[in-house]
C-alpha cells in the first residue's frame, strides 16, 4: 500500500508540470457482457457492475495524459491505478483513445494471483465543453468482456 500511496504522490505532483488541461473523473460502472458471475474459492458470485471511483487525469500536451484514481472493482475489492493515455484531442466532440497502466486490487481473484496487473483500456469518448462521456472496452477476460462506463469534467 506504500508504494501506491507514493505512487499517487509522485503522479499527481507531475500533474502540474505540463500545460494542458486537467480533468477529475468519476468512475460509474461496467458491464460484464458474457458472464454475471465467477467463482471466488468454490462460491458463484455476481460481478460488481457499480464500480464507483474517482480519479485525476492531466493532459501534458494535447494527446498525452496520466491517469491516477481508485474505483470500486468487479470483484468487489478497492483498485487503484496508474495509467498513461494516448488520444486524439478532447477538444472534438468525439475522441479516441487507448489508456495502458497498472491496477491494484486483483490478487487472489480469477484475474491472477498478483496484486498489480497491467490493463490496455481502448476508449470513444464524447466531449461538450467541460464534460465528457467515456466508453471502455477491455477484450475477453476470464471468458467475459468488459464495457465501463467514465464521467470526466474539466477544471
Request: net charge negative; glycine share 10%; aromatic share 12%.
Amino acid at each position: 500500500m506504500n508504494k501506491i500511496i507514493l505512487l499517487a504522490i509522485l503522479a499527481s505532483s507531475t500533474l502540474h508540470a505540463g500545460q494542458g488541461d486537467t480533468w477529475i473523473n468519476v468512475h460509474l460502472g461496467s458491464n460484464h457482457l458474457n458472464l454475471d458471475t465467477y467463482i471466488d474459492e468454490g462460491v458463484t458470485r455476481e460481478f460488481n457492475e457499480q464500480n464507483l471511483g474517482l480519479g485525476i487525469s492531466h493532459e501534458f500536451i494535447e494527446t498525452l495524459d496520466l491517469r491516477v484514481g481508485f474505483f470500486d472493482n468487479s470483484y468487489h475489492k478497492t483498485s487503484f491505478y496508474l495509467a498513461g493515455s494516448v488520444h486524439t484531442s478532447y477538444k472534438k466532440p468525439i475522441a479516441l483513445a487507448l489508456q495502458i497502466g497498472m491496477a491494484t486490487g486483483y490478487d487472489n481473484t480469477p484475474v491472477g494471483e498478483n496484486n498489480v496487473v497491467p490493463f490496455i483500456l481502448p476508449t470513444i469518448s464524447v466531449n461538450i465543453k467541460s464534460f465528457r462521456g467515456e466508453l471502455g472496452y477491455i477484450p475477453w477476460i476470464e471468458d467475459t468482456s468488459i464495457v465501463t462506463f467514465t464521467m470526466g469534467y474539466k477544471f
